[in-house]
């Protein structure tokens, strides 16, 4: 029988690749058992090696590369992204920023133990680039390729834990704790899940329309702000006063988690033109200048209380104490404070990722597929023996159902992940 896991002292390191949108993003990181850091000592450890608390993550990651292209400045010219050109510059740019991460790593790719690739959602040609160079790769190396659900890693971001983070250990009571109850806000989705464990996800409640990333990008094309327009919307909202225009909440007195973000749209829209048009409101007199804020304040204050307001109803319908809020929009820094002050009155706990990992890019995917990977197995090797050592490499026949398994999914649902 192979040694416990406990004993093993050995890491693995995740190459993650993430192309399912606008970022090209690469990331190495190397999975330490927090028993390996931390020895726990005394009845504790007896504890945890015969009944594994499973309610929090185990596992830290050290950050060895990181490489990361963002196309906005390319798409800002047509307000959105555009499937086409997103697709040609990830082919351009993924193998240079696979060379920047290995180079920051100071490690060859033959020192990578697994390629995790984001599958889907997301565009299909752009999910092809980042996939196909992850099982390429994976057959020149001999390593195994796992495919990644987009909104897993953005899921599980807020629980990443760093392993030469001092800070660990005294913030332990800090960390999520399964079960929670997720907030995923991207570009793409809005979505309420319930979290019992990793990959036991279940839909809570979702937008009907529009994401609420898509409500800031669409309200910043009309206020004639660049894209992405969350960090641009949120700049501006700082000069303005919200509710000088009122724009609706859709669905906020709806009972049930279902969010709409399309009527605020519209409403913003209305409200332009009633200004005299978007060209005009550019014209840099103090008018146009205070109502465009004032304007941004209100779309930001709208979509915070939508947010705000659903996520408080699914802590009280749930009854769990923790929020994990994660995706593009969880970078608002009004929204983080609206929802840590009505969670707090609720004695509740809310959790976000570090700025840097809210929007797309490869360390999340890596975490994501570590999670999975190690945890499963350390579930699995404590029953079959089976380390994660061997679990992370291929066997003879991997590399030659590698080619098979090859697939994207531009629309895959969270709930389908098992
Ligand atoms: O997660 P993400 O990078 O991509 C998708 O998976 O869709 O999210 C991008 C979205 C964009 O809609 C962007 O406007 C929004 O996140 N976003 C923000 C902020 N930073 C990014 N929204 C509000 N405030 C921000 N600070
Ligand atoms: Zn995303």
Redesign the pocket.
């Known amino acids: 029988m192979s040694k416990p896991l406990k004993q093993s002292k050995r890491s693995v390191r995740i190459l993650g690749i993430e192309t399912?949108?606008d970022?090209t993003g690469l990331a190495l990181l190397e999975f330490i058992s927090a028993e390996d850091l931390e020895p726990v000592q005394g009845p504790k450890a007896h504890q945890d090696q015969h009944s594994p608390d499973q309610s929090s993550v185990k596992w830290r990651a050290r950050l060895l590369g990181q490489a990361l292209h963002s196309q906005t400045d390319m798409h800002e010219r047509y307000g959105g992204v555009v499937p086409e050109l997103a697709s040609r510059d990830h082919m351009v740019r993924i193998l240079p920023l696979l060379e920047e991460c290995l180079d920051q790593a100071g490690l060859a790719s033959q020192n990578i133990d697994g390629i995790a690739v984001t599958q889907g959602p997301?565009l299909a040609g752009a999910l092809w680039v980042g996939t196909s160079f992850a099982y390429g790769l994976g057959l020149a190396l001999n390593k195994p390729v796992y495919p990644v659900h987009?909104?897993e890693g953005?899921l599980l971001s807020p629980l990443l834990r760093w392993a030469d983070d001092s800070s660990n250990s005294r913030e332990e009571a800090q960390q999520a704790r399964f079960p929670f109850v997720a907030l995923l806000?991207?570009?793409?989705?809005s979505q309420f899940l319930e979290v019992t464990g990793i990959g036991r996800y279940r839909l809570l409640g979702e937008t009907i329309d529009d994401?609420?990333?898509?409500a800031?990008?669409k309200s910043?094309q009309l206020l004639g702000l660049g894209y992405?327009?969350?960090?641009a919307?949120?700049k501006l909202a700082e000069k303005g006063i919200a509710g000088r225009f009122r724009l609706p909440r859709p669905l906020l007195k709806r009972q049930g988690l279902d969010l709409s973000f399309a009527g605020l749209k519209t409403a913003v829209l209305t409200q332009v033109q009633k200004l005299g048009g978007t060209e005009a409101l550019l014209a840099p007199d103090a008018k146009n200048i205070q109502a465009r804020a004032d304007l941004a304040a209100e779309v930001?204050a709208a979509?915070v209380e939508l947010l705000c307001e659903k996520s408080m109803v699914a802590l009280d319908l749930t009854g769990h104490k923790q929020l994990v809020v994660s995706?593009?929009?969880s970078?608002?820094?009004e929204?983080r404070r609206r929802l840590i002050e009505a969670a707090r009155s609720r004695d509740a706990c809310v959790f976000f990722p570090p700025p840097a990992l809210?929007?797309?890019n490869g360390v999340m995917i890596a975490w994501a597929a570590g999670l999975r990977l190690l945890t499963s197995c350390s579930a699995v090797g404590r029953k079959a023996g089976v380390s994660r050592e061997q679990a992370v490499r291929p066997s003879p026949s991997a590399s030659a159902s590698l080619g098979s398994s090859m697939q994207v999914r531009p629309r895959w649902p969270l709930e389908e992940l098992g």
């Open positions: 399912s949108c970022e997301g987009h909104l953005h806000v991207s570009g793409g989705h994401a609420a990333g898509e800031f990008d910043a992405p327009g969350g960090p919307v949120a930001q979509i995706g593009g929009v970078a608002n820094i929204m809210c929007t797309d």
